[in-house]
T-cell receptor, first 112, second 109 residues
Framework: NAGVTQTPKFQVLKTGQSMTLQCAQD?????MYWYRQDPGMGLRLIYY???????DKGEVPNGYNVSRLNKREFSLRLESAAPSQTSVYFC???????????FGDGTRLSIL | RKEVEQDPGPFNVPEGATVAFNCTYS??????FFWYRQDCRKEPKLLMS???SGNEDGRFTAQLNRASQYISLLIRDSKLSDSATYLC??????????FGSGTRLQVQP
């Protein structure tokens, strides 16, 4: 079972470069999420999509954009990468309110 | 004050021991809670869901106390493989979970 798949697994960027993190789920879940996790901190929500065609800001949206391409796919874009965006990024999906989220195995992003 | 607070640990326990973690939450609108397990630099994996007063799954027991606004996780007969960080999560149903920073457990031989 694939579950939630994230690509790439690792990426190194230079300051100012742009890139898109991809996420796809095969569980027919309605909601999808992007988090970042920094050392010693909990997961912080960047953006989420409650359903296909909708996106909303989370706790730390600055410097990011998202696209909910279809029900399966939810991408995260860094337009102009900054060292402060060095982090581990997790994508997650869930069926709806009060249900647990299922996570992809993360993208480790370093910005020099 | 964080919405979900956990003791970061680490909790160092011998194999076979019983260990308990507490997690407090401040948002009384939280309807459900989850415990996730996270191994070093890997994705969080769901350990247990808590919708009412508690839940039990093998060696793991979760208790919810809404009056005092805390959730606990009890692990009995600890195994080396239980070493990980345990994340407490509250769900207010507003399309987002609130994660604690995690409690680190190290089970020693």
């Amino acid at each position: 079972n694939a579950g939630v798949t994230q690509t790439p697994k690792f990426q190194v960027l230079k300051t100012g470069q742009s890139m898109t993190l991809q996420c796809a789920q095969d569980m027919n879940h309605n909601s999808m999420y992007w988090y970042r996790q920094d050392p010693g901190m909990g997961l912080r929500l960047i953006y989420y999509s409650a359903s296909e065609g909708t996106t909303d800001k989370g706790e730390v949206p600055n410097g990011y954009n998202v696209s909910r391409l279809n029900k399966r796919e939810f991408s995260l874009r860094l337009e102009s990468a900054a060292p402060s965006q060095t982090s581990v990024y997790f994508c997650a999906s869930e069926t709806g309110d009060y249900q647990p989220q299922h996570f992809g195995d993360g993208t480790r992003l370093s910005i020099l | 004050r964080k919405e979900v607070e956990q003791d970061p640990g680490p909790f160092n326990v011998p194999e076979g021991a019983t260990v308990a973690f507490n997690c407090t939450y401040s948002n009384s609108a939280s309807q459900s809670f989850f415990w996730y397990r996270q191994d070093c630099r890997k994705e969080p994996k769901l350990l247990m869901s808590v919708y009412s007063s508690g839940n039990e799954d093998g060696r793991f027991t979760a208790q919810l106390n809404r009056a005092s606004q805390y959730i606990s996780l009890l692990i009995r007969d600890s195994k080396l493989s239980d070493s990980a960080t345990y994340l407490c999560v509250g769900d207010t149903g507003r399309r987002a979970l609130t994660f604690g920073s995690g409690t680190r457990l190290q089970v020693q031989p």
